[in-house]
């Protein structure tokens, strides 16, 4: 397979182990809202950022998108301001630059995982080589999304030159095993169809997409009926006239609408006898205030059905068609639709020539992750992706190196969550506020200069960074943001490929004397077997870290010296 070759790549593939491992201290009081919520923002070098997380998440993101540096030679933005970092450099220094974050970042992704890369001309080819070096060629796809108009002042002076004005841009997708099994946003397929004029209120996207979920799966459950039934009962009609005088769309912006909100517009259609007959027959079981329920049929059919209809009509209108489905396609590796310009008062801050929209960004997104799910961006910029994920009820990390983490990042984010800010994704996702975020700043390396070990690192941080550098898997218990802060409560750590892990460090015993601390004795041995005991699954030696072993040599037990045995 042919490989990109620069002058300092031996060297940059050293960089990742030579990163310090550093720790996260956080600054209380720029985090905002409900603290114990997982979301984190990150001030910092996302490289020794990454690698301070990478015990903690390993494995376990669903969605990555990073919009790097284009390497365009601007410093400025349009509005003359730094750009916060370096977007001039020669090619062979961007490799480097980009390099050992890709492979951090390869390590965040779960199994099933999705990255976004968005670039330009600049550095695409290069990029797209180093990608399949690291995924190989058949797990990358490419999409071409538009970003400018081909009108304006800037195309005067391209008009005059006679050259190809740029109004788009690339957005790379890579999975670990083949890039499918995504869901993707459908976009209009024709001109709009006026029997579709019964709008949905009281419900988000995520609600009606469970719904469908479970009417298209035949082997569908008695528990996902009854599901379904309870996201019908919600179910609020109001026409869509009505809807767009009170939000004040106007004409030439009622197409669009009419599109962006296609998942919860619907119309009636008549029914089969059968199905009317069972229609009637659940109906009898429905609350008259309940709008909507399912029916099923012998052959595993299911169908939405409007309540409130005159049983005694013989085909009356009772179903339920949604407009996405038919008025809709899939926009495949070309994406014109989305409006990338006047985005301006987007996220309630200016940002010109960086600001992606949360369009596109939620698009990306809802490909390939549910809520709950974790999403990172290692180059967050105006904090766009935080916002987008935030408000679409997924767990996120945000890494941005300059003072934009201040400045926009915090700033947007605090009214995303008090839900003043109600543009971008804002009203397709009902987004009304809530949640909160922790911010943390990079701290001191773990280990000094000397190899030892930083007294301030807890048992927690360290038993994480020991499990990651010998099982390549993020620890168990290590599951959120807490878990940087969180005091170890057992010295032992878990059994990974028939081999259990211990630790003895920092009090775990709650004394740093040698008969009850951080050294391996008889007494400290018999606590560690006893901590072990909860653990059913059996395992073939036994890992101990400790500052020193006063027991000599044991079957079945691999003494490790701290901090001299622990890779940095």
């Not at 079981?285 to 005694?312: H, L, M, P, R």
């Not at 400045?407 to 009304?432: A, F, M, Y």
Request: with cysteine; hydrophobic share 35%.
């Amino acid at each position: 397979m042919p490989t990109l070759q620069w002058l300092t790549k031996d060297d940059d593939l050293k960089i990742v182990q030579k990163t310090p491992y550093r720790l996260l201290e956080e600054v209380e009081n720029l985090g905002y809202g409900d603290k114990s919520a997982s979301n984190m923002l990150i001030q910092g070098d996302n490289l020794e950022a990454l690698k301070a997380l990478l015990p903690f998440y390993a494995g376990q993101v669903k969605c990555i998108y990073i919009d790097p540096p284009y390497n365009t030679g601007a410093r400025k933005n349009a509005d003359g301001d730094d750009v916060g970092y370096d977007d001039n450099l020669e090619h062979s220094t961007w490799l480097s630059m980009i390099y050992p974050r890709l492979k951090f970042l390869r390590e965040f992704l779960a199994e099933d995982g999705l990255m976004a890369i968005q670039i330009d001309d600049n550095e695409f080819a290069r990029l797209y080589m180093l990608l399949v070096e690291l995924y190989e060629e058949r797990n990358i796809k490419i999409i071409c999304v538009k970003m400018s108009e081909a009108t304006g002042v800037k195309m005067a002076s391209v008009n005059k030159a006679g050259s190809i004005p740029k109004i788009k841009e690339f957005i790379i997708l890579v999975k670990k095993n083949g890039v499918k099994g995504l869901k993707v946003e459908k976009i209009a397929k024709e001109k709009w169809d006026n029997e579709y004029k019964i709008y949905i209120e009281n419900m988000t996207q995520d609600e009606i997409s469970k719904l469908k979920e479970i009417i298209e799966n035949e082997d569908r459950s008695v528990a996902d009926v009854k599901i379904a039934d309870k996201i019908c009962a919600k179910f609020c009609f109001t026409g869509v006239e009505n809807i767009m005088k009170r939000e004040n769309v106007v004409e030439e912006n009622k197409d669009a609408w009419l599109i962006e909100n296609s998942w919860r517009i619907v119309r009636t259609v008549a029914t089969t006898d059968t199905a009317k007959q069972i229609a009637d027959s659940k109906r009898s079981s429905i609350e008259e205030n309940k709008a909507a329920f399912i029916i099923e049929t012998k052959q595993k059919k299911a169908y939405v059905i409007k309540n409130g209809y005159e049983q005694t009509t013989a085909q009356p209108r009772i179903k339920l068609l949604f407009a996405d489905d038919y008025l809709t396609i899939n926009p495949g590796d070309l994406w014109t639709d989305i409006k990338t310009t006047g985005l301006d008062s987007e996220g309630n801050i200016d940002f010109r020539k960086g600001k992606k929209p949360e369009k596109l960004i939620a698009r990306i997104i809802k490909m390939n992750s549910e809520k709950g799910d974790i999403i990172l961006d290692s180059f967050l910029g105006s904090g766009t992706t935080a916002a987008v994920a935030h408000k679409m009820g997924r767990r996120w990390i945000g890494i941005e190196f300059g003072n934009h983490a201040y400045t926009h990042c915090v700033h947007r984010l605090k009214k995303v969550i008090d839900g003043s800010d109600q543009s971008g994704i804002s009203k397709t996702v009902d987004w009304k506020g809530g949640g909160g975020f922790r911010f943390f700043k990079l701290g001191e390396p773990v280990f000094d200069g000397e190899g030892n070990i930083n007294p301030n690192i807890t048992f927690a941080q360290l038993s994480a960074h020991i499990w990651f550098s010998q099982t390549h898997t993020m620890l168990p218990r290590q599951t959120s943001s807490d878990a940087i802060s969180r005091k170890g409560k057992s010295t032992f750590l878990g059994i990974h490929n028939r081999a259990a892990y211990a630790l003895l460090y920092n009090g775990i015993l709650r004394d740093r004397s040698i008969d009850g601390g951080n050294v391996l004795t008889s007494a400290t041995l018999k606590v560690i077997y006893n901590d072990i005991k909860g653990d059913k699954r059996d395992y073939d030696k036994l890992v101990i870290y400790g500052e020193a072993s006063r027991i000599g040599k044991r079957k079945n037990i691999e003494f490790k010296q701290t901090p001299y045995d622990i890779k940095s």
